[in-house]
Structure formats: C-alpha cells, structure tokens
C-alpha cells in the first residue's frame, strides 16, 4: 500500500512539472504570410522551441487575423492572446511616450537611429514594464517620406494639399494640426480611394508601403527628405513572458535579436526595390535644398520647443533624453546639421 502511494505521489509530480513547462504562446502579426517579418518570426519560434526542448512553442497568427493593432492589444491585455509583432502606431498606443524615436526630424540618419536605439532600449524596456509589456526585440521598419500629388518641397507646399492620417495615430495628427496642415482621418484601406476621389492629396509613409498600397501612381511625388523612422517590435503581456522558464529568457531575445538584425538588411534591400519599381512606373523624386531643409527643420524644433505636445502628450524628459543621444551621436561623429 505504501509503495503504490508512493508511486501515485511521483506520477502526480512528474505530470505537474510537465505542465509547468508546457507552454504555447499565441502571438498576434499584422504582416503577411510568408513576408520577410513572417519568414523571420516562423525562424524565431522554430528557434525557441529547439532551445527548450519542444516545451515553450509560439503559435502565430499573421496577417491581421487577430484584428487591427488595437484588437491584437485588446486581446493581449484580457489574456486571449500572449504577445504581439506590432509598428511604431501600435507601440503608440500602448504609451504615447514610446512614439519619441518616431517624432518628425528628431533623427535624421540610419545610424544616429542605430545609436539612439541602443542607448533607449532600457528606457523603452521599462515603459512597456509599467504598461504591462515585455519588449523582446525591436528592429528598423523604414523611413517616412511625403507622397504627394504635387510636388513638394518646403512646409506650405504641404499646407495647400490635403493629408490622408490613419485613424487614432494621436501624437503625430496634433503635431500636424498644431503646424496648420490640413488632416483627413481615414484607415489604410480607403487611402487609395481617397486619392483617386480627390479626398485627399498626400499620404506620409514608407516607401515599402507606398508600393504595397499602390498610392504612388496618383502621389506620384516624394520628397527625398526623410521625415521620422519608423520601428517594428516584439512584445509580450509581461504576465505571459513570466511563464517562459528564467532559464530561456535571455536565450530567447539573443534569437530574437539575431533574426531580426537579418530582416533589417532584408527590409532595407526590398525598400530600394520598391522604389526602383515605383520610379519605373512615373513616381518623381524631389529633392528638398537646404533652405527648404531647413524650413521643415525649423516649424518642427520651434513646436518642440513649446509646451504642449512635449510636456503633455510625450515626456519632457524621454524627449530630452533622445535629443541628447542625437546631440551626443553628431558631436562623435563630427556632423553637426546646424
């Protein structure tokens, strides 16, 4: 009798610590199947689960099948999912203050961006902390350039045409609105309709994305000055990365942080193939001199400067935390734009 209790004890063990380390994660994409993003996060959970021996293993629900970025956040936050591949919007919408590295012409190259990444990365890491997020990785996305059906070089250039901004990106509509420009709110999916309808006139997005949503045969201009960069990241509810065992963490985000330093290189490459691809079907690059440089330059600091968007909206101190990167970053490599 004792021994057969024994045994039961010892299975009752043995079938509890396999549970405890059997553990699916489902994580959220809005990119498409079989995407460079989606190529590298199949890599990554493939990854994990060799690291841990088949017990953590990343279910994925790419392109959009979890809903829209606020769904996917939603349903992060009531458990229904564990984790998320989200943009620099949805980052915005988790805190306002994570939107900083993305505020027009704060960084102006890839490798102050480079820089910058690095020295935020802690401070970033501890805002989603407070919010409830894990940050595993994050990575480069783009940059954003005005697409425009005239050309357009200096701000008032910009202030004649209506500009298309997709619903709820909160930060960067009050900045536009503050500096005069004309906003018309609609989704992604209306923006095509809304040029060819004469809605709207100018869209702000990557180049990637201009191609993909096929705007640049009616916006047909880009200003060839880069507006703000975007980002894309992975993160998890802070309660689900707790049941990943401590002894993989670290692992994890080394993978994580690898496969995505490849899809940077993969991202940039595709970029310049879809700007090849629109400048072969009649989009027209315009170049901004340095007086018009300098213009944009300008309406932006002067609003930074004020109080209101910073100071409300972003951290005062997250913002001049950046700024001090970039100043410290131009000052290291002998480039002062001023």
């Known amino acids: 009798m004792y021994i057969r209790k024994f045994l039961i004890i010892m299975l009752f063990f043995l079938i509890s610590s396999t549970m405890i380390f059997s553990l699916t994660l489902k994580v959220g994409s809005m990119v498409p199947r079989d995407s460079p993003w989606d190529r590298a996060l199949n890599e990554i959970a493939a990854e994990w689960k060799s690291i841990s021996r088949g017990?953590?293993?990343m279910k994925i629900y790419p392109g959009g099948i979890t809903g829209n970025e606020d769904d996917?956040?939603?349903?992060?936050?009531?458990?229904a999912l564990d984790g998320m591949v989200v943009s620099t919007m949805g980052l915005n919408k988790i805190s306002l203050d994570l939107f900083t590295m993305s505020l027009?012409?704060?960084?102006?190259?890839?490798?102050?961006?480079?820089?910058?990444?690095?020295r935020m990365h802690?401070?970033?890491?501890?805002?989603?902390?407070?919010?409830?997020?894990?940050?595993?990785?994050?990575?480069?996305?783009?940059?954003?350039?005005i697409f425009s059906r005239d050309p357009v070089y200096y701000p008032v250039d910009l202030e004649r045409q209506k500009l298309s901004f997709t619903t709820g990106e909160s930060v960067l509509i009050k900045i536009l609105k503050d500096l005069g420009f004309h906003i018309v709110p609609e989704d992604s999916i209306d923006w095509l309709s809304g040029l060819q309808s004469g809605r709207t006139d100018a869209l702000i997005l990557s180049t990637l994305?201009?191609?993909?949503?096929q705007v640049f045969p009616i916006a047909d201009n880009m200003?060839?000055?880069p507006i703000a960069p975007?980002?894309?990241?992975?993160v998890f509810s802070e309660r689900s990365w707790k049941k990943v065992p401590e002894k993989y963490r670290q692992e994890f985000i080394d993978v994580a942080n690898e496969k995505l330093r490849y899809l940077?290189?993969?991202?940039?490459?595709?970029?310049?193939?879809?700007l090849q691809v629109m400048l072969e079907n009649g989009l027209t690059v315009n170049t901004a001199n340095s007086d018009a440089s300098e213009a944009w330059m300008k309406i932006f600091n002067d609003l930074y400067a004020k109080e209101g968007i910073i100071g409300s909206m972003v951290s005062r101190d997250i913002f001049n935390e950046l700024v001090g990167y970039t100043e410290d970053y131009r000052k290291y490599s002998g480039y002062n734009a001023d």
């Open 264 to 274: 940077d290189t993969e991202s940039r490459e595709l970029e310049e193939k879809a």
């Open 72 to 79: 996917t956040l939603r349903k992060i936050r009531v458990g």
């Open 122 to 145: 802690g401070t970033y890491s501890e805002i989603m902390t407070n919010k409830g997020f894990e940050l595993i990785s994050w990575t480069k996305a783009g940059w954003m350039n």
């Open 223 to 225: 200003l060839d000055f």
């Open 104 to 118: 027009p012409f704060l960084i102006r190259d890839e490798g102050e961006l480079n820089y910058v990444m690095d």
């Open 55 to 57: 017990s953590v293993q």
């Open 230 to 234: 975007l980002l894309g990241a992975i």
């Open 209 to 213: 994305v201009a191609a993909v949503f």
